[in-house]
């Protein structure tokens, strides 16, 4: 005897819609990130390529305190209508930020400094001198992980933020007026692909909890350390942006939890074409290899392993060029690292290469 099909509701309000604070806030971080990560839209890295040193430094400084603007339960932008323009008009955006008073600013602050305390618990946030540690114990840490080549944020401009809510309103103001333009021509010519994204999702009926749904918008697995949060929220919206590529952000703004998603998993001819696992996980290991120095670091491998200064003389590169290609292909599972004495010692991955070569088959042979 066949069992009875069952036809569930979502357990979560699920919904699509534009946002244009997150997607400035997504765009702004994909723009800061792509110093050392492959995988976001051409106009991301053709976007930071034509950005000087300082203007790179000042957006990775100020993106932080603009997230601050959308993120967390007690964000006074959570009280704004839904049907206000701000949520939709990059104008309409601007005026909010510009008419908030310093209290709301110094909120900014607040909440920036309590979550940089958190990352180190023993130093106190408390006190000016605190902050300061807590700003420059980042900046090594960053440094550390990411390699000189990097444009890391100002220490010192964001200790000065930090101390002075008027100098956040007015930095911010300026970056955004800066940037406008540049974004808002980027962001009409893509109008069609948010249109399409949104009126494919909108006609699907998805079912089960929010693992199901998440799965299928974005073909990937919801982070177990999500689920507390989103429990707590009285929607999910998810946010077509046409610049994530296979990545995905998630912010709690209030009582709604926004995910920013990519928007060309729809197709322009047909009625759905989903981020595949394949697709997903191809993606930024196909990237990484569309380099020319990268492919011959994985030619000077195949001999064995080898540490990154004896690549750099091989190959003729820098020190931040070559710590730069080889921590992405370590990201992306090309390489393995042994540490020995102080040493990075790097050799091929060959079953990471494998995972790629199944994938890519399964999608072309």
């Given amino acids: 005897m066949l069992p009875d099909l069952i036809e569930a509701p979502p357990t979560v309000n699920v919904g699509f819609d534009f946002s244009l604070p997150h997607d400035l806030f997504t765009t702004l971080s994909l723009i800061v990130k792509s110093a050392w990560r492959d995988g976001f839209s051409d106009w991301v890295y053709e976007m930071a390529a034509g950005l000087s040193q300082a203007e790179r430094v000042e957006i990775a400084t100020l993106t932080p305190f603009l ?58 946030p408390s006190t000016p001198e605190g902050v300061r540690q807590l700003l420059y114990a980042r900046l090594a840490a960053e440094r550390a992980t990411r390699g000189e080549g990097v444009a890391f944020f100002d220490a010192d401009l964001a200790f000065a933020l930090t101390q002075a809510p008027a100098l956040v309103k007015g930095q ?28 494919y999702h909108r006609r699907q009926s998805y079912r089960g909890d929010i693992d199901d749904i ?4 974005t073909g990937r697995a919801l982070p177990a350390n999500w689920h507390p949060a989103i429990d707590e929220t009285t929607a999910v919206v998810f946010v077509p942006s046409p610049h994530i590529g296979p990545f995905f952000f998630i912010v709690t703004t209030g009582t709604r939890t926004f995910v920013s998603f990519n928007a060309r998993t729809v197709g322009p001819a047909r009625q759905a074409e989903r981020a595949t696992p394949e697709v997903v996980h191809l993606f930024p290991p196909l990237r990484a290899l569309a380099d020319e120095t990268r492919l011959h670091i994985l030619a ?8 990154q200064e004896s690549l750099m003389v091989a190959l003729g590169i820098s020190q931040p060029a070559a710590s730069r290609h080889l921590g992405l292909l370590e990201r992306v599972g090309l390489l393995h690292v ?5 040493v990075k010692y790097y050799s091929v991955n060959r079953e990471g290469g494998r995972d790629v070569l199944r994938a890519l088959d399964g999608l072309i042979a």
Avoid at 79 to 102: C, I, S
Avoid at 175 to 196: D, H, I, M, N, W
Avoid at 214 to 217: D, E, L, T
């Fill in 300 to 307: 000077q491998l195949q001999a064995g392993e080898q540490t």
């Fill in 172 to 199: 911010l103001g300026d970056l955004l007026r800066r940037f406008g333009s540049a974004y808002l021509a980027c962001l009409t010519r893509e109008e069609p692909v948010f249109k399409q994204a949104l009126a």
């Fill in 214 to 217: 998440f799965a299928a918008v």
């Fill in 67 to 124: 997230a601050e603007v959308v993120r967390g339960s007690d964000t006074p932008l959570a009280a704004l209508p839904v049907t206000d323009r701000a949520w939709r008009e990059l104008p309409a955006f601007q005026a909010y930020l510009a008419g908030q008073a310093l209290d709301f600013y110094q909120g900014l602050v607040d909440r920036f400094v309590a979550r940089l305390g958190d990352t180190l618990p023993e130093i106190d």
């Fill in 338 to 342: 042994r540490r020995a004495m102080g």
